[in-house]
Structure formats: C-alpha cells, structure tokens
T-cell receptor, first 114, second 108 residues
Framework: KAGVTQTPRYLIKTRGQQVTLSCSPI?????VSWYQQTPGQGLQFLFE???????NKGNFPGRFSGRQFSNSRSEMNVSTLELGDSALYLC?????????????FGSGTQLSVL | GQNIDQPTEMTATEGAIVQINCTYQ??????LFWYQQHAGEAPTFLSY????GLEEKGRFSSFLSRSKGYSYLLLKELQMKDSASYLC?????????FGTGTRLQVFP
C-alpha cells in the first residue's frame, strides 16, 4: 500500500508569489490534514479536509487555503508569500479523522521564501 | 490556551534507557500521541494513550497521567537508529496539537 505522497519535495519562491502544494493520501483514506513545521514552533495545524469539506481550521491567516478533491487528494495554497512562510509543510491522512485515529504523514514539502 | 512542553534536546548512550517527558495544558483531552521523526523524513506513529497507565510496545513504552497532565516515552536498549526527534501531541476537542519535539542523540 503506497504511503502519503507530497509534491514537490522542495520549492523556492520569492516574497509576494503564491504556491500550491499537493498531497495524495493513502488509498481509502478520506481525511487529510495539513501542518506547518518550523524549528521553533514545531508542528502547527493548518486545516483538515474530509469528503471535500474543510472540517477544521487552525489559526493561520487567510493567505493559507486548501481544498480536497473527490478522490481525496488535497492541495494547499499560500498566496502573497512572506519570509516567515519558509517551513516544512506536512500532510497527513487517516481513514476518517475520528478522535484517536493515528495519522500517516508524508515526507513534506520544504518551502523556502527568499 | 494550549501548551505542550517537552525538553528540546537529550543525549544518551547506546544500550541505555532514556525517558522523554511531556507536560500539557489543553482545553480538552481526547488522548496523547507520540511520533518519531528522523531528520528529513515523515513523522511515524509510536503510541497512543487515552487512559492512565503504561503502554508497552517492544523497546518503547508510553505512560500517561491525566490528572497531572503528564506523559513520558521510555526507550530501552537504545540503538543508534533511535537518534531522531520525538513529538508529543495531544488530541484536544477537535484537533491534534503538537509540542515542539525532543531531539534525541544516541552516542556509541
């Protein structure tokens, strides 16, 4: 069974640009969550999608958005990039995102904003 | 507010035992996870505790005390491959909140 796949692995952008990251969950998983990981802050929750609907959202500005497709694949978009957006963006999937269900993480997309 | 505290770094010797502590203060509690993350890799699930007590799984054990807002991960018979970051995460009412992680270095 293939794991969670995130593309691209690395991205370099400049301030003001926008970026789209992609995540393909484990086959059969319908819940996809996104996290931002930085050395000082650890993993911070961005949002969770289930059956194409955003079910939960963290405390990030509106520049961060996402969506989920009917095949459960998910994308997240960051507009008007800032230097502070440089981070590892991790995607995680689970069967249906119920409480206590373990998450399966992808290897992440390392975003550098110059 | 939500607060999860772990030591930033720890070192240990191959073959030894190490305990990584995690304390939390969250608005709700529906279980505590431990994940392992090797540098440049995806976090992988280690354990889940929802009731008080010790859960043992091979060389790794995890303990939870809900009344004290405290958990620890115990790693026995340390191996070089155990060098990694260990992430404590609490499921509050509706989302998983992570601590900043503990970077463990195992020396020969």
């Amino acid at each position: 069974k293939a794991g969670v796949t995130q593309t691209p692995r690395y991205l370099i952008k400049t301030r003001g640009q926008q970026v789209t990251l992609s995540c393909s969950p484990i086959s059969g998983h319908r819940s996809v969550s996104w996290y931002q990981q930085t050395p000082g802050q650890g993993l911070q929750f961005l949002f969770e999608y289930f059956s194409e609907t955003q079910r939960n959202k963290g405390n990030f500005p509106g520049r961060f958005s996402g969506r989920q497709f009917s095949n459960s694949r998910s994308e997240m978009n960051v507009s008007t990039l800032e230097l502070g957006d440089s981070a590892l963006y991790l995607c995680a999937s689970s069967s249906d995102g119920t409480i206590g269900e373990k998450l399966f993480f992808g290897s992440g997309t390392q975003l550098s904003v110059l | 507010g939500q607060n999860i505290d772990q030591p930033t770094e720890m070192t240990a010797t191959e073959g030894a035992i190490v305990q990584i502590n995690c304390t939390y203060q969250t608005s709700g509690f529906n279980g505590l996870f431990w994940y392992q993350q090797h540098a440049g890799e995806a976090p992988t699930f280690l354990s889940y505790n929802v009731l008080d007590g010790l859960e043992e799984k091979g060389r790794f054990s995890s303990f939870l005390s809900r009344s004290k807002g405290y958990s620890y991960l115990l790693l026995k018979e340390l191996q070089m491959k155990d060098s990694a970051s260990y992430l404590c995460a609490v499921y509050n009412t509706d989302k998983l909140i992570f601590g900043t992680g503990t970077r463990l270095q195992v020396f020969p």
